[in-house]
T-cell receptor, first 115, second 117 residues
Framework: AQKITQTQPGMFVQEKEAVTLDCTYD???????LFWYKQPSSGEMIFLIY??????QNATEGRYSLNFQKARKSANLVISASQLGDSAMYFC????????????FGRGTQLTVWP | KAGVTQTPRYLIKTRGQQVTLSCSPI?????VSWYQQTPGQGLQFLFE???????NKGNFPGRFSGRQFSNSRSEMNVSTLELGDSALYLC????????????????FGPGTRLTVL
């Protein structure tokens, strides 16, 4: 069974500091993709970053980077230089195979950035 | 490029009624997936449609159904609404191109918030 675990229900970080949100996953498929999404209070799921299981390098997108440790089955999100607008719920998700038509989500981490 | 659009954004229904939600994917995206989000259960997968065929299905009762049209637009229908169906319903699209997972990321619409009274 596919499973995504986010062990931090809430995280607090001061503006301009970096923060790491944890995510571990469990799958027996060799081909999978890992995603992070941001969900502000408005409800929309905003795609942040993606890492494929065969990708050799960790994914980066602006202030977001994904610390992918395949052997440990972890895919932590690192947000550098936090901003007040980063306050939101963050979800880790996994899709299987090459077409990624179904995502399995973790329970999310509520990030609060304070000035 | 326009994003995923969902209509309506908000709905209020009463128990026993039925509802139809609509989703228009990003141009060129062939796969549409639907998810239900509730505070208690989190994000749960409903189904995925690709080329007008249901390709994946989650663990929901038969009251939940969907379809996809030739232009990739999708609808989901919930019949005989129950109070527990109150949720945010999210639609996501991806290219579903063969040849590798990279580039097949799912992009979500703003959601339809359904309230059942």
């Amino acid at each position: 069974a596919q499973k995504i675990t986010q062990t931090q229900p809430g995280m607090f970080v001061q503006e301009k500091e970096a923060v790491t949100l944890d995510c571990t996953y469990d799958t027996s498929d060799p081909s999978y993709g890992l995603f992070w999404y941001k969900q502000p209070s408005s409800g929309e799921m905003i795609f942040l970053i993606y890492q494929g299981s065969y990708d050799q390098q960790n994914a980066t997108e602006g202030r977001y980077s994904l610390n992918f440790q395949k052997a440990r089955k972890s895919a932590n999100l690192v947000i550098s230089a936090s901003q007040l607008g980063d306050s939101a719920m963050y979800f880790c998700a996994m899709g299987r195979g090459s077409t990624l038509g179904r995502l399995y989500f973790g329970r999310g981490t509520q990030l609060t950035v304070w000035p | 490029k326009a994003g995923v659009t969902q209509t309506p954004r908000y709905l209020i229904k009463t128990r026993g009624q039925q509802v139809t939600l609509s989703c228009s994917p990003i141009s060129g995206h062939r796969s549409v997936s639907w998810y239900q989000q509730t505070p208690g259960q989190g994000l749960q997968f409903l189904f995925e449609y690709f080329s007008e065929t249901q390709r994946n299905k989650g663990n929901f009762p038969g009251r939940f159904s969907g379809r996809q049209f030739s232009n990739s637009r999708s609808e989901m229908n919930v019949s005989t609404l129950e109070l527990g169906d109150s949720a945010l319903y999210l639609c996501a699209s991806n290219r579903a191109a063969s040849g590798g997972a990279s580039g097949n990321e799912q992009f979500f619409g703003p959601g339809t918030r359904l309230t059942v009274l």
